[in-house]
């Protein structure tokens, strides 16, 4: 019942959030229904020993955390921030400014870009639609608001077989010419902003800007002979940051002070002020030490106290395709969790935090594998060591494992969300 019951969860809120601004605000969401207080950073911050807190940076990342009864005592130490951190971005296509492109005298189609590493070919011939947020002047401020056309609107059209022989058999696609999906027959300009503003409840020119992505219209399911397979758009890393976020708001810290932070921009490197190559964890623990009017010397050893789990999701070993796999660290679906190592450390774990995850993974009862690259093949990076440049805290990257990793739709087990809540909520506690 645990396993079917993590996974409903999980999927419901991959559907409710097309876009990374749409997943913080469900974070945001799971954080209030567990008592969490919304802070802002242009503000003061009073925090309270026993406080449950979030605040966002710029709508797509987030931070959450709970401060432990004891800290404000004069011997309050603490054991350290245990932090859980994750992404709420996933490769997608960006609409770009003035979109509309009129074909042959017949047709509209939307002039978009890549975000992040795609798999194209997943793109074609599916129901898409846009998601976001624009800004609209409210009084005197500029203002954002969240939309979601919630339509099948799109489709990005693959070219016949008889007009593309050999298609199959390696091809390249471009992104400005075969990549633009369908909108509509030529109608009146500004067409698609009009549809935004319908779907936003405000009207076209009030629109000044706007952060707008396709996304793909399926929704999450359960596949296999038993249900033992999850299909959904956005696994990467939308289910490692459900999990996060649903082992904070389910766990009490004995002594430490516990953080879930969701971080934009991972697919596009995080050099943005919202992404993990900012400050925006250091603030939050700057911030923390200041309301409760501790000396840097307190910041510093709770960093070394404390411990960063990394969690992005890993490649499973692929049914067709094993020897592009690592000879020996093959991990599978509902293998539970995989600690990822690199030699030339693009993982920042190491033996030491290993060891620590793999002693969380037997308290909580909860399977561990290992992922290492092919030697001759290189891998991705994640945010860990990207995380610890800023806050020098000893860290592991884990994942759960995966199948098409930034296809439009991914695929994994049915059990692994669970466990990473299971694992997550022996951290934490």
Known sequence: MEFGRRTDEMLRFIGESPSAFHAVENLKKMA??????????????????????????????????????????????????????AHSDSPAFKVKENPEIKAEGQYVKLNTEKYGGMLLHTWFDRPLSVAGRIAVKEGEKIVTRLVNVDKDLLVIPSLAIHMSRGTDKGAEFNPQIDMLPLYALTEEENSFLGTVAKAAGVKAEEILAHDLFLYVREKGRRIGKDGEFILSPRLDDLQCAFSAMTALTESSPASGINICAVFDNEEVGSGTRQGADSTFLADVLG???????????????????????????????????????DPVNKPCLNGGIVIKYHGSQKYTTDSLT???????????DVPVQ???NRSDIAGGST??????AHVSIPSADIGLAQLAMHSAVETAGSRDTAYAIRMMKRFFA
């Open 287 to 325: 911030r923390i030490q200041e309301a409760f009017g501790k000396p840097d010397s307190w910041l510093r050893r709770n960093i070394a106290r404390g411990f960063l789990i990394s969690a992005d999701n890993a490649h499973a070993v692929h049914p067709g395709h094993p020897e592009k796999a």
């Open 354 to 364: 290993a060891a620590r995850i793999k002693e969380l993974c037997r308290e909580a």
């Open 32 to 85: 209030m229904a567990a008592g969490y207080g919304e802070l802002r950073e242009e503000e003061e911050w009073t925090l309270l020993a026993g406080g449950k807190y979030f605040v966002t940076r710029n709508d797509s990342s987030i931070a959450a955390f709970c401060i432990p009864a004891d800290l404000g005592k004069e011997n309050g130490d603490g054991a350290g921030f245990h932090i859980v951190a």
């Open 383 to 388: 945010l860990g060591n990207i995380s610890t």
């Open 370 to 372: 290992a992922y290492t």
